[in-house]
Each structure stands twice: as C-alpha cells, then as structure tokens.
C-alpha cells in the first residue's frame, strides 16, 4: 500500500464515489435486464442481475482507491475504540451468519447456482470500502466521529434504495433501508473495535450470503427467529456506537495533514 495521499480527502469526494457505485450498480442491472425479484430464480438470473455489477465495481473502486492513495486510511484506523465491549453487537451478527447457513436448504442448490451465489460474497468488498471505507475517509476530514457514523451509515443504508428501480416494492425496500441502518451500524462497530474494515467486508460478504442461501428452496422456521434475532442486535448496536468514537488517540483524523499518518 502506498505511504503518501495522492489527493487530499473532501467531503464531495467521499461522496462523489458513493454516488459513483450506485449509477454504476444501477446501470449494469439495467443492462442485464433481470428484475430483483427474479434474482433467485436461476444461477444465471443471480449472476447477471448481482454478480456481474459486484465484480465490475469491485475493480472500479480498487482502481479509484489506488489512484486516489487512499487504501490505507479507508481499511485500517490511525487508533481503535477506546472500549471494546461494543464488539459483542458484530460477534452475535456472525453467530446469526451460522444460524442461517445451518438453516439452509443446501439440497436445493445446483452447481450453477451455487457458483453464481458464492460471487455474491463480493457485496462486502464493494459496499464496505465505497460507505464505510472511501465516504469515511472523506468524511474524517471535516467531520466529528459521531457525524462521521450517521452520514456514512445512512448513505450505506439509502444505497439499498435502488432496489426500488430493479422491481422491488417501495414498503419492502424502506424496511431493507431500515435493517441495512442497524447493519450499518454494526459493521462500523466492527471497524472501530478491530481498526480495520477488513473484519467488516469479511462478516457483511457472509451475512448477506447467509440472508440470501437461508432463503432458497425449502425455508426453515430459523429464518424468522434470525431476522427478529438481527432486530434485537442492531438495536443493541445502536446504543454500543456511542462507546466507539472515542480512540485510544486524542481524535481520530482531525484534518487532512492528521489523515497523512494513517497511510
């Protein structure tokens, strides 16, 4: 990884990449025409409506990280929380992520569909490093941490509002809005608790392959109990992310030239 920051961090440009990410999802899904609502109905439908969007912005945004010099900052924190008991909202996420690949109908998966859904583990990559990756950096540089949460949290959250564009229902999609602010959340208490994002593209690639393997062919009753489970947590993580803004150092990325070390 590079030593320096080749641009400076802004605000407009955290944002600027987020907003980047969703035309290109948005397109891509466009152009293979497969509705949301069908993405499970074949592994070609789930390769063409999801993982070809995944794979085309996984290297956009690795080519945008590179040139902008931001790695460093975007994956790792110059300091971690000062408390660390908030971790306990992240471990019970993925003790859920184990719940629902037990809870899976893995006899309904065929060779194609399983090679198909297993891309889908790119969604961690891709959504971590565009919100609570490159959006934070640019938002560390003028920002407070709290603020710094909200905003990347909610942009991570109003992403999923594209949905409504792929043929999902607009009261079905505000619910995901909803659940994707607490899942947000967590995986943020992860990156504050740990100092790296890695954990959280590793836990939020599994969580959304779990959601959506648990809900292929034969469904379990598991599945309800995970997604009343998943509310309890989240809500828990919205009251733990107040313990994570304060670091072990006196703040986190005060300024650009305070961003400069990090890298």
Known sequence: MPNTLRVTPR????????VGYIVVVFAMQKLTGVPYTELGDSGENLFFGVGLSLIVGSVLLAI???LLGWWR??????????????????????VLVLVNLAATD???YDVAFFGASIVLLLVGFTE?????????VGLRSRLSEPWVWFLSTLAFALMHYINVFAGQGFLPTTQQVGFAFLGGTIFYILRRTTGSLVWAMVLH???DFSTFSSGYGETSPLVGLTAILYL????????AV?????????????DAAAARLTA
């Open 242 to 254: 107040w313990w994570t803004f304060r670091s072990t150092a006196q703040s986190d990325v005060p």
């Open 64 to 66: 945008t990280t590179s």
């Open 232 to 239: 309890v947590v989240g809500l828990f993580a919205l009251v």
């Open 11 to 18: 605000v407009w440009i955290g944002f600027a990449i987020w």
């Open 128 to 136: 971590e490093l565009t919100t609570r990756g490159l959006l934070l």
């Open 205 to 207: 690639g599994f969580w």
């Open 106 to 108: 893995w006899a309904a």
């Open 73 to 94: 900052p975007a994956l790792f924190d110059a300091a971690r929380s000062r408390h660390r008991w908030p971790i306990i909202a992240p471990i019970a996420m993925a």
